[in-house]
């Protein structure tokens, strides 16, 4: 059973930094395409960041372009995203997802072509 456990998050003052780490179990982090995605109060879940296939190849929302960084790491079985100069618009809920298949990911919604989900960890940037 894949399961994906976030962590990282807190309160950080604007033009901060954070990690998150996601720590994959039943699989390998690089066996499929993985993302970070957020949800707002009162808005609908967001594409972050992400690794569309089990390639090298990252993909970012244009509005994190150049502040955030995902990587993984196959030793330790952990996604990360390094989140620099961090924005109020920034604040939101910071889940990780990994796809069921091998295949390419869309990141599109509804369901962004993730099929697990972990609970998320809470963002907050105070300006």
């Known amino acids: 059973q894949v399961q994906l456990v976030e962590s990282g998050g807190g309160l950080v003052e604007t033009g901060g930094s954070l990690r998150l780490s996601c720590v994959v179990s039943?699989?390998?982090?690089?066996?499929?395409?993985m993302g970070w995605f957020r949800q707002a109060p009162g808005k609908e879940r967001e594409f972050v960041a992400g690794?569309?296939?089990?390639?090298?190849?990252?993909y970012y929302a244009e509005s994190v372009k150049g502040r955030f960084t995902i990587n993984r790491d196959n030793a330790k079985n952990t996604l990360y995203l390094q989140m620099n100069s961090l924005k109020p618009e920034d604040t939101a809920v910071y889940s990780c997802?990994?796809?069921?298949?091998?295949?390419?990911?869309?990141?599109?919604?509804?369901?962004?072509?993730?099929?697990?989900w972990g609970k998320g960890t809470l963002v907050t940037v105070s300006s």
């Open positions: 997802a990994a796809a069921g298949t091998t295949g390419w990911a869309s990141f599109a919604p509804p369901n962004y072509d993730m099929s697990y």
């Open positions: 039943g699989r390998g982090v690089s066996s499929s395409a």
């Open positions: 690794f569309r296939s089990t390639g090298l190849t990252t």
